[in-house]
T-cell receptor, first 113, second 112 residues
Framework: DAGITQSPRHKVTETGTPVTLRCHQT?????MYWYRQDPGHGLRLIHY???????DKGEVSDGYSVSRSKTEDFLLTLESATSSQTSVYFC????????????FGQGTRLTVV | GDSVTQMEGPVTLSEEACLTI???????????LFWYVQYPGEGLQLLLK?????DKGSNKGFEATYRKETTSFHLEKGSVQVSDSAVYFC???????????FGKGTRLHILP
């Protein structure tokens, strides 16, 4: 199994509070991604990174920010959590070369009350 | 931009039935194509992939053929098992920026 760890695995937080989710990899892969999974919407890309300090927005980036100060860590921050951000969040990594697949973490279930 | 469209579920079949989950894509050039599977409470894992036209990916009895002429990558299995119950995602990796784009997923229920 690819070395990818998400923390925390579960979190309940209050509306308006900041929340940071962490993704840690031991594969030295160039690309890291944050997705959210919601019923009826499948997987939607929030942000992704193609190198240290190199990040870009996905299709649902509003209300989220990311940082990647080291190859192995990719942080997702909800600046002021809202109930619409209740979801399951998945981190993924890939080498980024054509034809290589992504490897996924186990997911973080976030509930905003 | 690049996109993936897959049939909506849920799909319910009896054990030993034949399975086809349709997937079509829109992309520039020749993307790589993937099928991922997600079992309950778990993350996604790669089921199979194909990197060029006419390639056939296969794993665990599942197959999918990269059809450039119809921009399709349909997932097939000749005889499904209860243990195949899961959500299946079609995905592509484009040429322009290596982002992986997913379809919305198809939930599969197999009845004993």
């Amino acid at each position: 199994d690819a070395g990818i760890t998400q923390s925390p695995r579960h979190k309940v937080t209050e509306t308006g509070t900041p929340v940071t989710l962490r993704c840690h990899q031991t594969e030295n892969h160039r690309y890291m991604y944050w997705y959210r999974q919601d019923p009826g919407h499948g997987l939607r890309l929030i942000h992704y990174s193609y190198g240290v300090k190199d990040t870009d927005k996905g299709e649902v980036s509003d209300g989220y920010s990311v940082s990647r100060s080291k190859t192995e860590d990719f942080l997702l921050t909800l600046e002021s959590a809202t109930s619409s951000q209740t979801s399951v969040y998945f981190c993924a990594i890939s080498a980024g070369k054509l034809g290589t697949e992504a490897f996924f973490g186990q997911g973080t279930r976030l509930t905003v009350v | 931009g690049d996109s993936v469209t897959q049939m909506e579920g849920p799909v319910t079949l009896s054990e030993e039935a034949c399975l086809t989950i349709n997937c079509t894509y829109t992309a520039t050039g020749y993307p790589s194509l993937f099928w991922y599977v997600q079992y309950p409470g778990e993350g996604l894992q790669l089921l199979l992939k194909a990197t060029k036209a006419d390639d056939k990916g296969s794993n665990k009895g599942f197959e999918a053929t990269y059809r450039k002429e119809t921009t399709s990558f349909h997932l097939e299995k000749g005889s499904v098992q209860v243990s195949d119950s899961a959500v299946y995602f079609c995905a592509l990796s484009g040429l322009r920026d290596d982002k992986i784009i997913f379809g919305k997923g198809t939930r599969l229920h197999i009845l004993p």
